[in-house]
């Protein structure tokens, strides 16, 4: 880019360079009645673009507020999505929690460690703006083939991106999920998500109240890098990404650690009035946000703005997205007190302004207004565009599946242990091994459960968190899929014994300017409010990843689901593994015919087509009770959700997991079979009808089970025992545990571990 | 009993330790800030594990320059009872309380999981409580947890029973696949000639409460109890 100074005149080219259209051109000189000079031509191109102002899928994500508005029990929803930088919801005795799941995925495409690294470090700034202390972190990955090394490449630079920040940052990182497909290559997905705990009194708004309160900038130093990211992640990836690599921030997780402790102790005071990160679109973000808010003004002077460069223009000054900054607006005459606060933690705590009356967001350098705009126009009335759509062509020819075509498997264990070995399904420790995921001693769930479980020290409560999304499916059918990615994190959930809070997604889709594209979001999120409505779970918000396509064409539609459940008692946590030898175990659920779209037809017959498993949502909410029904009576001993693989993946799963290596004998299908005529093998084995789990249950509680189930009218087969050290389904499968425990964890480390 | 918590900027097992003391083990702690040159007369001192300055320079390397470091090494140098865990640890060789060094990991990988140490000396105020050749399940969770030193460090390590704890099987067999970082001779902690520090990558704090997975690490603190109490 040419060097830019105020004087420089605001060419047609300047204004399509910042990603402005005519249109809005016009808007904004209508706004500020003149032309805009650069530095807010700057500003204007960051705050609209699709990364700060969700132009293009605001009206879609607006079915999510209409949603929570009919559902019951909204008074748990304490923020609302899209309010404030994270939702919150009431956990009870006085406690919330608050979390949100943000994407990272250009940056993490162009530069993996540190794209991945300051992914973390920017969703963490989300929550602990808010006042919560964070207690935990998820991501949900997503890579080409891990054949191909570029995918090694990214997925080792993103694993210890993530490793770096977290750890340092003492946040434990305790699950998540991570697939391989041809589709994310060269657009990998980095979603990550965090969770922290906050007392209902203590929230924090990022509103800059109180005319006359001073306004502060605390922590890192400005420099030039990320210049723009927010603009640089609402493009498609090309060939000349790379030479975007300045637009990529560098975190440092250590001024973070300080920066958080920092604020949560000023939060004990009583000088914090609002608190807002600057991350995308850094300070112009922050200053314009904070204002919008409280429906006041800003005026901020750059000259006190700590840099690290020099020379550096109030553009860039404006545009900077260094990481590990906030925005603290405090009260007035309680100065003192807060820079004591960060001066203990050895962190720069600097006035650079003050909240005004009126709206404006005025910005001084030199002594002269350097900026001037209105701050509700930049913050929150940016273009909205009602974009069209159209049913992709791809789907009638993927939807069609023959099945009389598809010869069944005859070697089942055999497809078992091709099953274990694919880098989706098998053990991922490679991972989360260089994750700590102890840290703060709450994790009662490692990773590898079905969700993961943390203690809130000082109650009896669990919080249990599950990230999913089977992209295949909603590539197959973006309606069905997006209603599965939700029931099927709340089912992950339900498993560990505890009862859906709330979601928050991250979606991930290509090009909205493409109608197909903007069909398969439109399409997707109306399958995720059909499920939320019925599993009455309300959206407490995330963020919207558009662009996701490189030169081979877009990644496969992706809302990833985080989902959020609450366990009164933790005592009454359930696992996923078989844990005794003599246990029943129960399939609980009904088995179709259904192939489409599953792992089973990929990796045996290399098909990925097929309509994907029919949701019944009735049926899906009586499993999901009748599990928490019989766990909150201590009646299950395992719950392990149905998924990829199908039945004989779960079980195998049930045994390898369990710590004593436990085998079992699954002879009685027979039930199964006789109840659904004409179902094949290798569907009944591998197939991925929803709603359902298998779980173990001591022989005595065998009746009481049964009658929890038939209450709410969940079909319950007896199809075994635990027992022994090896996996028997049937005639058809025999595999020894250890077997099967070998291809599991070695797959992962074969291919990435240098011999 | 009393206990003091040190908090540098970056440490963050702080609240790890000070919740096992206090909340599990019942101990009487207290948090002490790495700028305090003054610590108060205590019986313990915790070091607890993190990322003190980032890891700049060094792990441990900056710590050690903190003024509450001079009244640790004063507590020490008194034949009082400190621990240092994990970063901890690294804080103590640096500042040379005990002898050696940290390399990277073996694998140059973070590493977090539950590993098997063994038990080599009960003749001290950390280990009184636990029979020789003990196996106790305790996680790390460390990047340079390689514990080196020359030959003749080594032989005095064993010569004066300072090698504490070092990686096994379960049942207690030495070998590479169950040494995680690559650690000289396989040692997971070792107390200094006088046997009132001790430092051990293995996080105790976390192997207090059945809950997470395993109390193995209760018999430390039982020990350091029933030694100074």
Excluded at chain 1, 353 to 374: F, M, N, Q, S, W
């Amino acid at each position: 880019m040419p060097s830019l100074d105020s004087t420089t005149p605001i060419t047609s080219e300047l204004i399509a360079a910042h990603g402005i259209t005519p249109e809005e051109y016009a808007r904004i000189q209508g706004i500020l009645g003149r032309d805009p000079n650069i530095t807010e031509l700057g500003m204007f191109s960051v705050m609209w673009s699709e990364h700060c102002s969700y132009k293009n899928s605001k009206p879609i994500l607006k079915l999510f507020s209409k949603m929570n508005a009919a559902l019951p029990h909204q008074e748990n929803l304490l923020v609302k999505p899209g309010q404030e930088n994270a939702g919150i919801v009431d956990i009870g005795d006085g406690l919330a929690v608050c979390f949100k799941i943000e994407s990272h995925n250009h940056p993490s495409a162009i530069e993996p460690f540190q794209g991945a690294a300051t992914g973390v470090g920017g969703i963490l700034r989300d929550i602990f703006t808010m006042g919560a202390r964070p207690v935990l972190l998820m991501n949900s990955l997503r890579f080409g083939d891990l054949a191909q090394p570029v995918s090694q490449r990214l997925f080792r630079g993103v694993v210890a991106g993530i490793a770096h920040y977290g750890n340092c940052m003492g946040i434990p990182t305790v699950g998540g999920d991570v697939y391989f497909d041809a589709s994310y290559e060269g657009n990998p997905l980095v979603n990550a998500m965090a969770l922290g705990i906050i007392k209902k009194n203590e929230i924090v708004r990022g509103a800059a109240t109180g005319v006359g309160n001073p306004v502060y900038y605390v922590g890192a130093t400005t420099g030039r890098d990320g210049l723009g990211g927010a603009a640089f992640a609402s493009k498609e990836l090309s060939e000349q990404s790379h030479e975007d690599r300045p637009a990529v921030q560098v975190g440092d997780p250590f001024m973070e650690k300080l920066l958080m402790e920092a604020c949560l102790e000023l939060l004990k005071t009583n000088a914090l009035v609002g608190m807002q990160d600057m991350g995308a679109a850094g300070l112009t973000c922050a200053g314009c946000e904070t204002a919008s808010r409280a429906s006041t003004g800003v005026e901020i002077d750059l000259m006190h703005v700590p840099r690290r460069e020099s020379g550096m223009i109030p553009y860039e000054i404006l545009l900077s997205e260094s990481q590990e900054r906030m925005l603290v607006i405090v009260k007035k005459g309680k100065e003192k007190e807060v820079e004591r606060i960060f001066e203990k933690w050895d962190l720069h705590a600097v006035k650079i302004g003050e909240v005004t009356k009126g709206d404006k967001y005025r910005v001084l350098h030199e002594g002269r207004v350097a900026a001037e705009i209105p701050a509700k126009a930049l913050a929150d009335e940016g273009p909205i565009y009602i974009r069209e759509e159209e049913r992709p062509a791809y789907l009638e020819e993927a939807q069609k599946l023959d099945l009389t075509a598809v010869k069944e498997a005859g070697d089942l264990s055999g497809v078992l242990k091709r099953l274990l070995s694919y880098p989706s399904i098998a053990c991922k420790a490679w991972v989360w091994e260089q994750y700590d995921h102890m840290v703060r001693t709450d994790t009662v769930f490692y990773p590898g459960h079905d969700a993961a479980l943390i203690r809130v020290k000082g109650t009896q409560k669990g919080i249990a968190v599950s990230t999913d999304c089977n992209s295949l499916y909603v590539y197959l059918d973006p309606l069905e899929g997006g209603k599965i990615a939700v029931a099927e994190a709340a089912r992950n959930v339900v498993c560990s014994g505890a009862k859906p809070i709330g979601v928050t997604n991250c979606l991930n889709f290509g090009n909205p300017m493409k109608p197909e594209i903007f069909w398969q979001f439109h399409q997707a999120v109306s399958g995720m409010i059909e499920s939320c409505t019925a599993l009455e779970v309300p959206v407490t918000g995330g963020n919207v990843s558009f662009y996701n396509e490189s030169p081979q064409g877009a990644i496969y539609p992706t809302p990833t689901i985080g989902m959020v459940g609450l366990l009164d008692n933790i005592d009454k946590r359930v696992p996923s593994a078989f844990r005794n030898e003599g246990d029943i175990v129960f399939l609980a659920g009904e088995t179709f015919n259904e192939l489409g779209g599953s792992h089973y037809l990929m990796i045996e017959h290399g098909l990925k087509k097929g309509l994907p498993p029919r949701l019944d949502l009735k049926r899906e909410r009586a499993l999901q009770q009748f599990i928490l029904a019989a766990a909150d009576g201590r009646k299950l001993v395992s719950c392990h959700d149905l998924s990829e693989g199908g039945l004989a993946l779960a079980l195998a799963e049930c045994c390898l997991k369990s710590q004593q290596g436990l085998g079992a004998s699954v002879t009685d299908l027979g039930e199964i079979r006789k109840g659904r005529a004409g179902l094949r093998t290798d569907a009944l084995y591998f197939g991925e009808s929803q709603s359902r789990a298998v779980i173990s249950v001591k022989p005595e509680h065998r009746d009481e089970v049964k009658r929890l189930a038939q209450k709410r009218g969940v079909a319950l087969f007896e199809i075994g025992k635990v027992g022994g050290d090896t996996l028997v389904i049937e005639d058809k499968v025999r595999l020894p545990v250890s077997e099967m425990k070998g291809l599991f964890n070695s797959t992962i480390p074969d291919i990435m571990e240098v011999p | 009993m009393k206990t003091a918590v040190i908090v540098f900027p970056g440490s963050n097992c702080d609240t790890d330790c000070f919740h096992a003391a206090r909340d599990v083990m019942k101990m009487s702690v207290e948090y002490i800030w790495h700028k305090d040159r003054d610590l108060p007369k205590v019986d313990l001192v915790i070091i607890p594990g993190g990322f003190s300055y980032g890891d700049y320079l060094r792990t441990g390397a900056i710590a050690r320059f903190s003024p509450v470091m001079e009244s640790v090494i004063k507590h020490a140098g008194e034949g009082r009872a400190v621990i240092g865990i994990c970063n901890g640890f690294q804080i103590l060789l640096e500042a040379g309380l005990l002898p050696g060094a940290m390399l990277r990991n073996k694998t140059l990988e973070f590493i977090c999981k539950h590993v098997w140490i063994r038990t080599e000396e009960n003749l001290t105020i950390f280990t009184g409580k636990i029979d020789i050749g003990e196996t106790l399940c305790i996680p790390i969770a460390h990047g340079e947890g390689n514990y080196y030193c020359d030959d003749e460090t080594l032989k005095a390590l064993h010569g004066n029973s300072q090698v504490v704890f070092r990686y096994t099987s379960r049942d207690g067999k030495v070998g590479d696949k169950f040494n995680p970082n690559g650690s000289r001779d396989h040692i997971a902690g070792i107390v200094n000639k006088k046997k009132n520090v001790l430092g051990m990558m293995p996080h105790p704090e976390r192997a207090s409460e059945e809950l997470l997975g395993s109390s193995d690490g209760r018999k430390i603190w039982n020990s350091i109890m029933n030694a100074l109490e």
